[in-house]
Nanobody
Framework: QVQLVESGGGLVQPGGSLRLSCAAS????????RGWYRQAPGKQRELVAE???????NYADSVKGRFTISRENAKDTLYLQMNSLKPEDTAVYYC??????????WGQGTQVTVSS
């Protein structure tokens, strides 16, 4: 099992920045991808950004140029730097680890609210 704990969410004004963190523990092996997803009220959960074990990144069109995904290998921590935040970025943000493209592990989520 893999345990994931997100942190760093909060209330920010439009145009502001936040950095989310996802700390992993447990049986962290054969992880093929690490990603951030979000779910806004009344909407389906969607991919925000993903980084593969080879370092390739993938972003949703809506966040390209504003968000950056990264990881710190020594701590096995995943980050999402979010700049130029918009009200439509308001959602609960989840991290997800994928093992062997078969098993998925989710964190509990952290709320991000962008509002003036």
């Amino acid at each position: 099992q893999v345990q994931l704990v997100e942190s760093g969410g909060g209330l920010v004004q439009p145009g502001g920045s936040l950095r989310l963190s996802c700390a992993a523990s447990g049986s962290i092996f054969s992880i093929t991808a690490r990603g951030w997803y979000r779910q806004a009220p009344g909407k389906q959960r969607e991919l925000v950004a993903e980084i593969t074990s080879g370092g390739h990144t993938n972003y949703a069109d809506s966040v390209k140029g504003r968000f950056t995904i990264s990881r710190e290998n020594a701590k096995d921590t995943l980050y999402l730097q979010m700049n130029s935040l918009k009200p439509e970025d308001t959602a609960v943000y989840y991290c997800r680890y994928t093992r062997l493209r078969i098993y998925y592990y989710w964190g509990q989520g952290t709320q991000v609210t962008v509002s003036s």
